[in-house]
């Protein structure tokens, strides 16, 4: 299981985004307060970062046994809290990081023919740099994606 957590001393809208997310990607949410990134890589092999630019979201970071794999910045519309099950997620769209990474369901030939197939309630729309984020057709947020970068080990 992957676990999601913010930058130390997070504002409202960071906390409730990363609620939001953990929540639509299955993850579990871990309250940071003092954790050290080595307490974190104890908790999980993969957990991501939530970091804030001027009290807003801003920049989403992967970690893989404490270290830094990908980094994703983006811009944040206003995040729509609502109740949601566990079932799995799926990308529609080009996306251009793989979705398995997020643990979505992923753009290989059998999960294209498995999301033609089946009706997914979580969904993920890409459209060019936007993402736009569905629960049963309703829309919880929209992420515009400014960056991507990825590290080499």
């Known amino acids: 299981m992957q676990v999601l957590t913010t930058s130390r001393k997070p504002g409202r809208k960071t906390r409730r985004f990363a609620k939001v997310l953990a929540r639509f990607f299955n993850w579990k949410y871990v309250n940071r307060g003092k954790l050290s990134l080595e307490d974190l890589a104890g908790i999980a092999e993969r957990f991501w970062i ?8 801003a920049i989403l970071n992967l970690y893989e046994r404490g270290e830094k794999t990908l980094e994703v910045s983006f811009t944040l519309s206003n995040v729509n809290k609502i109740k949601m099950d566990d079932s799995p997620a799926v990308f529609k769209g080009k996306a251009p990081i793989d979705p398995l990474v997020f643990g979505a369901i992923p753009q ?22 936007e ?3 569905f629960y049963d057709d309703e829309m919880l947020f929209k992420l515009r994606i400014l960056k991507i970068s990825r590290s080499s080990r």
């Open 50 to 57: 939530i970091s804030e630019v001027k009290g807003n979201p």
């Open 131 to 133: 993402w736009l984020f």
């Open 108 to 129: 290989t030939k059998a999960g294209l023919k498995l999301t033609r197939k089946v009706e997914f309630r979580k969904k993920v729309v890409v459209k060019g740099d």
